[in-house]
């Protein structure tokens, strides 16, 4: 039997380096053309120098970086051409006792990122050395770059870099604006000993706004030592975020830590963060852009942030309601005296000067009216003043108007037989009046020729529309106007029956929103009531002419809860807001809370209506096994008794 051979060998073999690491370095390290001079002047801190000038001149595309600081010999030379083991890393500390910002020993290699060529002059030691390199390809660990000395037997130290060809992206000039703020916010300019200056300009270190400081200090197992200051300012900065420094360089995008953390937006755009954590040193990305973020350190650092946070979070948003408060009781105090010049102006109450006034504590959401005095109150706490705090004085004063016209029209509806009804007519005979139409067309009203052709002009006073809603009720194909703009005296009839006891859509929105913000919402909230369909009757009803266009009215009775539906629930984000309406619109309620619900409907009424159903074999009944009406039924037999349910 032969004997069997094992064929086998060993060997080895090395990591080798391509001639285009050094490019791939580069392209790694390089987040943009400034960060790349931050580098540079980083930089020249490391070499403890006390002042640094950046001239840049546009026309020839040259850009030069001078210092102070300690020079470098041909020596010193070798190290700051060397990449990797960087020089920082085993000598961190200068003799002035800085802690150096740099480590991976890069700056020279982002000089071919900034600029085809450039020219370096070095004094250290009595010796002047000066080189310079140009760029062609890649750049290359074989390349020698040669150098010049000559004894100057001077004490003067420093160093300029002058930078030929700038690589700026698309062939345009460096803004110094944003390099000038760059440099204010990443580098330690505000130290007593540590200037540069831009064109000739010092860099100002940076300064905080009004604002309300906390305190941050504490101290981490993993991360260390974590200190500064968050600084909830009075209004919005661009430079919001948590500004995170590591031995006094800034690291990371402040906008999108601070955003990380999920604070509310009232807080987030007025809050600035300068934070220090120098135990982060070891987990800082390469391009010094963002933190190695599953590290234990940076954990740990977060869960410290956060503790602040929250606390700043609740404090901005109780600042935040006593500036509404405050914001809110001026608003009102310019609206309530608006709107009693209004009512008196327009002669709402006769002769009787018009006094509104809030009143606070009440736990009724109805105003008084006293005659007598042509006094008014308010409760301060109705929902319809519950507006943002930048809301115009104008929309306040709308929603006044429609309190205190309410309020005046239940009074002189009290004692009438049918109070629902007596109520619906005074308030729009109050809203006619209101709206600009005088005594003498009110009195015209009644003798309105059907077969009168009458202007636009006189059909808008008849119906008692301001110039916006009668645009709306117009361009909605809601009244019809023949091509010489004149209107019949029967189609004036005609639509006055069928908006008797309606407010108009755009009525609602000019009271909810600002006016920029009108048209917009306007037509927002069409696009989800025409999806929502014939489901929204009668509470809202579309009362076009045209199958290609919708106008849209909702019941008086139902303004104050259909308003706060379009501003809560519907104006807040929601991905389903037809839904959203056609559920609050089919809402069920007991019988005695209905009054809560619809404005001017009393517990009287409710009988009345009530009674009114069963005599004309109405259908209003309680759902089957409750006590509780659907709101859409009672509402549909008020519109029968008005006579313009169709």
């Known amino acids: ?90 000598n961190p500390i200068t003799p002035m006792g800085r802690t150096k910002l740099g480590k991976f020993g890069i700056a020279t290699i982002l000089i071919n990122h900034l600029a085809d060529s450039y020219e370096l002059e070095t004094y250290k030691s009595g010796l002047k050395t000066a080189l310079r390199e140009s760029f062609d390809g890649e750049l290359s660990l074989e390349k020698d770059i040669t150098f010049s000395t000559e004894e100057t037997g001077e004490g003067k130290t420093g160093t300029e870099i002058k930078l030929t060809g700038l690589r700026i992206k698309d062939n345009k000039i460096l803004r110094l604006g944003g390099l000038i703020k760059r440099i204010r916010w990443d580098l330690p300019v505000h130290l007593p000993d540590f200037k540069v200056y831009v064109n000739g300009e010092e860099v100002e ?53 601070l955003n990380s953390f999920n604070l509310r937006i009232g807080t987030s755009r007025r809050l600035m963060g300068i934070v220090h954590a120098n135990g982060l040193e070891n987990v800082i990305g390469f391009d010094r852009t963002k933190f190695k973020e599953d590290d234990p350190s940076f954990a740990e650092l977060r869960e410290i942030l956060q503790a602040s946070l929250r606390e700043i979070d609740r404090y901005g948003r109780d600042r935040d309601e006593e500036k509404s408060m405050e914001k809110r009781g001026e608003n009102l105090a310019k609206a309530i005296e608006q709107t009693s010049e209004i009512f008196s102006k327009k002669r709402l109450l006769g002769n009787i000067q018009a006094r509104l006034s809030l009143k606070e504590n009440s736990d009724s959401h109805s105003g008084e009216y006293t005659p007598e005095k042509g006094e008014i109150q308010i409760p301060l706490n109705h929902p319809s003043l519950r507006f943002a705090p930048r809301t115009r004085i104008e929309t306040y004063v709308h929603a006044l108007e429609a309190m205190a016209i309410d309020a005046i029209a239940l009074y002189e509806s009290e004692s009438q037989e049918n109070p629902l009804s007596a109520f619906n007519k005074k308030r729009f005979d109050l809203w006619r009046k209101l709206n600009g139409m005088n005594l003498a067309a009110s009195e015209q009203d009644k003798k309105i020729n059907p077969k009168r052709m009458y202007s636009s002009k006189e059909a808008k006073e008849f119906l008692g529309l301001k110039r916006g809603e009668f645009g709306y009720v117009f361009d909605q194909k809601a009244i019809s106007i023949r091509k010489n703009g004149r209107v019949s005296g029967e189609e004036i009839r005609r639509f006055e029956e069928k908006t008797r006891g309606m407010l108009s859509l755009y009525n609602i929105v000019s009271k909810l929103y600002d006016y920029a913000a009108v048209s917009q919402n306007l037509a927002k909230l069409d696009r989800i009531i025409q999806l929502t369909g014939k489901d929204v009757e009668p509470i809202i009803r579309d009362l076009s002419l045209s199958d290609e266009s919708s106008c849209f009215y909702v ?92």
């Not at 906390?214 to 909830?232: A, C, I, Q, S, T």
């Not at 629930?569 to 839904?579: C, L």
């Open 555 to 646: 019941d008086s009775i139902c303004n104050r809860w259909v308003s706060k539906i379009f501003r809560e629930d519907i104006g807040r984000k929601t991905n389903d807001p037809v839904g959203v309406l056609n559920e609050r619109l089919s809402r069920l309620c007991l019988l005695e809370k209905i009054p809560e619900v619809l404005e001017g409907v009393s517990e009287d009424d409710l009988i009345n209506i009530l009674k009114y159903a069963a005599e004309k074999r109405l259908n209003l009944k309680p759902k089957a096994g409750s006590k509780m009406y659907l709101i859409k039924d009672i509402v549909r037999v008020v519109q029968h008794q008005r006579g313009n349910y169709r």
């Open 1 to 90: 039997m032969g004997k069997s051979l094992e064929k086998t060998s060993r060997g080895s073999i090395r990591r080798t380096i391509g001639n285009d690491l050094l490019s791939t370095i580069r392209d790694l390290a390089t987040k943009d053309f400034e960060h790349s001079i931050i580098e540079l002047v980083a930089n020249s801190y490391d070499a403890d120098a006390t002042t640094v000038d950046v001239e840049y001149e546009p026309r020839t595309k040259i850009l030069r970086i001078k210092d102070n600081g300690e020079g470098m010999t041909p020596d010193d030379l070798e190290n700051f051409f060397r990449s990797g083991d960087s020089e920082k890393r085993r």
């Open 205 to 257: 270190p940076r300064k905080i706004g009004k604002a309300v400081s906390f305190e941050v200090d504490e101290k981490g197992k993993n991360v260390g030592e974590v200190k500064g200051e968050f600084y909830l300012l009075n209004s919005s900065d661009e430079n919001a975020g948590i500004h995170l420094y590591v031995n006094g360089r800034r690291i990371g995008n402040p906008l999108e830590l």
